[in-house]
């Protein structure tokens, strides 16, 4: 088995940079692994900035334990859509498949043994676009969690993910493709029954409310029609909530453990797992509820303070 390159994004976060890279090098398929670092530049002569920047680029400058390592450090700053997009289609015109990871995620040990079994597994099985490292945090039960630990959904995630070339290079980040092609049903199903807000984003990038890749790829899977990958347990924890993102804010930790799951079972039926997707719509229908209520409370409190 040829080994997928590793491609890491990072921008102004020495310290996230450098938990990222010593949880991946836990895994053992990171010696045998060649590794790429797209580091975004400085927004402007902002001195505190500029430290943190330098620091990063040290930190890349003395990585070790990859097969081979490259790095490209931008100038300027050119933001995080524009890196990621840039950085994805420049690996993948050089090799057939690649790994993803930003700076603020950390992985299991066995997080390349997926992503590389995942990549193998599915290279010719074009139905399948995208393989994830993460999955929601919610309670299996019963005996149908024993049958498998790998499931398809319609909806991309993007903490710690890979992908093919001839994928890839079908992405669509024009938001007027899709505001022509979905119509209302096409839109609630790719909300998933709207439990979550992609079409939100897709239209908040329209109206340059935001500027941001990843919702773009996911809508050019669920356009395709195509599947995503998922672990049931995840592999990978985001450790960037703490506003130092770029197209983040404050807010509650991300709660799920990482998984040791080290066998892991990919099926042949190419079908998204309704049981599965059904447990996802609840969890954040709950959830949306909950934060709803949140916000509630505090405008009340804060009227009283």
């Given at each position: ?69 490259n ?6 700053n ?25 700076d ?52 991309m ?21 899709f ?24 239209m ?58 080290k ?43």
């Amino acid at each position: 088995m040829k080994f997928a390159p590793i491609i890491i994004f990072s921008y102004n976060r020495p310290k996230h940079l450098k938990k990222t890279l010593c949880y991946l090098k836990k895994n053992i398929l990171s010696k045998k692994s060649e590794i790429f670092f797209f580091s975004d530049g400085p927004k402007s002569k902002n001195k505190k900035d500029l430290k943190k920047i330098n620091s990063v680029k040290k930190i890349i400058k003395n990585t070790n334990g990859f097969k081979k390592k490259n790095f490209i450090f931008h100038k300027k700053n050119i933001g995080l859509k524009k890196n990621i997009l840039g950085g994805v289609s420049h690996v993948l015109k050089k090799y057939p498949h690649a790994i993803v990871l930003e700076d603020d995620i950390i992985v299991g040990k066995y997080f390349l043994d997926y992503m590389n079994q995942g990549l193998n597994f599915y290279k010719n099985k074009k139905k399948i676009w995208h393989i994830s490292g993460w999955n929601y945090d919610f309670k299996i039960y019963g005996t149908d969690f024993q049958n498998y630990n790998t499931f398809f959904t319609k909806n991309m995630n993007c903490w710690g993910w890979a992908t093919w070339k001839n994928r890839w290079k079908r992405i669509i980040t024009d938001p007027d493709f899709f505001i022509k092609k979905m119509n209302n049903k096409k839109i609630y199903d790719f909300n998933f029954s709207n439990s979550l807000n992609n079409w939100s984003q897709l239209m908040r990038n329209k109206k340059n409310k935001l500027n941001t890749w990843a919702i773009f790829w996911n809508a050019t899977i669920f356009y395709h029609n195509g599947l995503c990958l998922n672990p049931v347990k995840s592999l990978v924890k985001n450790i960037g909530f703490d506003g130092s993102g770029e197209n983040s804010f404050p807010q509650q930790d991300d709660k799920s453990k990482i998984s040791n799951t080290k066998n892991f079972l990919f099926s042949k039926k190419l079908k998204e797992n309704f049981d599965l997707r059904d447990k996802i719509i609840f969890h954040m229908k709950q959830r949306n509820k909950k934060e709803k209520w949140n916000y509630i409370k505090k405008k009340i409190l804060s009227i009283f303070d």
